[in-house]
């Protein structure tokens, strides 16, 4: 349940969405100071998130070895959940971050976010010292052009694209080594099918996609995955070996019954997601290849160094554009606001599945 949902302290300022900690179904919204600017520091309202699995996943590692708690710390007991949201400069006492200015970063789910700033080449970086922890990605926030007709896919992908982008490199790469094939599990993700039309594109790797039974018919309709099968098929599933296998499922049953499958033939396990509700942060102990935990924001890092900011970004914005393009055949996007909307779907990422071509776009 909500609370505070009818508050006549919210009135029309702003608010904050509070999860307890120790049960993340639980939601309160309150209401939200906005305190003078400091000099440096520009006020940011959001205009929209996307609120998908990536999400839930920041919730169920808040007190691991990366907090997520900690970036932007709640009361005692309640944590404030991250997301990725479109944000609009309202006021500001930093000459480098004009008011009116559209950006693209990670904040609290909420109405507004007051940020220290550093100009960048892109757009600016977040100075705070209490989320100087977090890796540069989560502290970047990008120039954003202003809202087109594929606004509302970007919210959904860009903050999960990029895994899509660089998994496709690193398959790549193993491709390059003699791997003949790839198995993606949680098939109907939104970044494994990120991941499995990139590789689609390149043509030469096929891919196969494990789902749950419910989801085959959506998956195969996709046609980006070269042979579909749901969890209970696993045993009549063939890949060419060596095969690199993706797991998007953090599960360590679905995990492990993959390499029960395929003993001895996969040449790597790149661990990715959480999306299954058993997820885990620790990889399952198995025998060779040792799974290994795929972090985005450092590939991405060492990636922006060995090629070149302009080089990188060019590649990345061209094949992103692409792939958003292709979303509208079988995405439907649904739009809700305020924060009964934010805290109902949260809420239903948590406790079930939810169709997979649908995304959840919200706006305070």
């Avoid at 109405?111 to 705070?128: E, N, Q, V």
């Avoid at 594929?150 to 193993?174: E, K, M, T, W």
């Avoid at 970004?313 to 292709?326: G, K, W």
Wanted: aromatic share 10%; with cysteine; charged share 20%.
């Amino acid at each position: 349940m909500l609370k505070g949902r009818h508050s006549p302290a919210l009135g029309g300022g702003g608010w904050d969405l509070l999860v307890r900690r120790d049960d993340l179904t639980a939601a309160e919204v309150r209401p939200a100071s906005q305190p003078v600017l400091a000099p440096g520091e520009a006020r940011l309202a959001v205009e929209k998130f996307a609120l998908t699995m990536n999400t839930v996943t920041y919730a169920r590692l808040g007190d691991s070895e990366l907090p997520f708690w900690a970036a932007f710390p709640g009361p005692a007991g309640y944590g404030r959940v991250p997301v990725w949201a479109f944000l609009r400069v309202t006021d500001s006492r930093n000459p480098d971050v004009p008011v009116g200015g559209r950006y693209f970063g990670f904040v609290p789910m909420g109405t507004h976010h007051t940020i220290a700033a550093r100009l960048t080449a892109r757009g600016f970086a977040d100075t705070a010292p209490e989320r100087a922890f977090l890796p540069t990605w989560y502290r970047t926030f990008q120039r954003a052009a202003e809202p087109d007709a594929l606004d509302d896919q970007r919210a959904v992908f860009r903050p999960i694209f990029p895994a899509s982008f660089h998994l496709a490199d690193f398959v790549a790469g193993y491709a390059e080594r003699g791997a003949k094939s790839v198995l993606i599990t949680s098939a109907s993700s939104r970044t494994a099918i990120g991941l499995a039309d990139l590789l689609a594109r390149h043509g030469d790797l096929p891919t196969v996609g494990l789902t749950s039974s419910a989801n085959v018919g959506f998956v195969a309709g996709l046609g980006c995955y070269d042979t579909v099968a749901g969890y209970d098929e696993l045993a009549s599933v063939s890949a060419l070996a060596p095969a690199v296998f993706v797991d998007f499922t953090g599960a360590h049953r679905s995990i492990s019954a993959v390499y029960e499958r395929f003993p001895g033939q996969l040449a790597h396990a790149a661990l990715v997601g959480y999306t299954h509700p058993e997820s885990v942060q620790q990889p399952p102990d198995l025998a060779e290849p040792e799974p290994e935990i795929f972090f985005t924001p450092a590939v991405e890092e060492q990636t922006v160094a060995d090629e070149g900011e302009d080089h990188f970004y060019a590649r990345y914005h061209d094949a992103e554009q692409r792939f958003l393009e292709s979303t509208t055949a079988w995405l439907t996007i649904r739009r809700q606001q305020g924060p009964e909307a934010v805290a109902e779907v949260f809420r239903a990422l948590l406790t079930g599945p939810q169709p997979p071509g649908v995304s959840y776009v919200l706006s305070p």
